[in-house]
């Protein structure tokens, strides 16, 4: 075997055997978010004032990327409302006839509110249709004495959501 053939061999070679941690690298990657979209704002400082109780519900796989914490419900108590980056749309607890779960990422909206025993979810979206880059505290809806969460896009559009029975709903202004 001539020296030329010999040389490509141990660069075949080599480049196979760092094809798994390669590979691996990418999925840690994946898995960590580093492939989300760009147009993300991620308003980590909001993460800063999640209370504990609410931070122990989240999963850790979870990414918190913005936070607001006003009375979206109309009950007099403030609750937790956090766009999060999550793989899979159900997670444990899927309808019976989806067979498996998503593994891409998906972005969604929770909601926390604290009762006398702690923090508990009191309405978790499913995968979101729009892409939100950020929300803001919106204004209120009348007649509800309740205030709206504007959704960014990013492209800057705004659309307004209220708690106007169960869960959040487009209001139309």
Do not use: C
């Not at 010999?6 to 994946?30: H, T």
Request: aromatic share 12%; charged share 25%; net charge positive.
């Amino acid at each position: 075997m001539d020296r030329k053939l010999q040389g490509r061999n141990r660069v075949l070679i080599r480049v196979l055997l760092a094809l798994p941690a390669i590979i691996a690298v990418i999925i840690v990657l994946w898995l960590k978010g580093f492939f989300l979209p760009s147009w993300i704002i991620w308003n980590r400082s909001s993460e800063e004032g999640i209370p504990e109780g609410v931070k122990k519900k989240l999963e850790s796989s979870w990414l918190v990327q913005d936070a607001l914490n006003f009375d979206i419900n109309g009950d007099g108590s403030a609750e937790w409302l956090l766009l999060v980056w999550k793989r899979g749309s159900y997670g444990k607890h899927r309808p019976s006839w989806v067979k498996s779960d998503e593994i891409g990422f998906s972005q969604h909206i929770f909601i926390y509110s604290e009762r006398e025993d702690g923090w508990h979810a009191i309405w978790m979206s499913s995968k979101l249709e729009m892409k939100a880059a950020t929300f803001l505290m919106g204004k209120e809806i009348p007649g509800t004495g309740r205030r709206s969460l504007d959704i960014v896009a990013p492209d800057k559009s705004v659309s307004s959501w209220g708690w106007l029975t169960w869960g959040l709903q487009r209001v139309n202004w």
